[in-house]
């Protein structure tokens, strides 16, 4: 069963960081693109960032570059978003998803992140 899950939301202040991870299982990790994706209910979702499958070409929304970093430990079957210089408008849900063929496929639940004072 293809699956991802993610973990690691929470509530945190402004200026502050937050590492999400996201657990695959189910297909081989190491041969696709995967994708960290945030929804809201004002702007809904929101492309966030895109790794490749050696995870060594990365891209970023405007609004997260130099903040926020995607990574992969393909051995761990592990993909990660570590988001630093947190702002109120990054509130949102988040969710990692897997490429197939430059569209995402499979999505994991989500992990909801609160950032307030």
């Known amino acids: 069963q293809v699956q991802l899950m993610e973990s690691g939301g929470g509530l945190v202040q402004p200026g502050g960081s937050l590492t999400l991870s996201c657990a695959a299982s189910?297909?081989?990790?190491?041969?696709?693109?995967m994708y960290w994706v945030r929804q809201t209910p004002g702007k809904g979702l929101e492309w966030v960032s895109t790794?490749?499958?050696?995870?060594?070409?990365?891209l970023y929304a405007d609004s997260v570059k130099g903040r926020f970093t995607i990574s992969r430990d393909n051995a761990k079957n592990t993909l990660y978003l570590q988001m630093n210089s947190l702002k109120h408008e990054d509130t949102a849900k988040y969710y990692c998803?897997?490429?197939?063929?430059?569209?995402?496929?499979?999505w994991g639940q989500g992990s909801l992140v609160s950032v307030s004072s």
């Open positions: 998803a897997k490429d197939f063929y430059n569209a995402m496929d499979i």
């Open positions: 189910g297909f081989t990790f190491s041969n696709y693109w």
């Open positions: 790794i490749n499958s050696r995870g060594n070409s990365t």
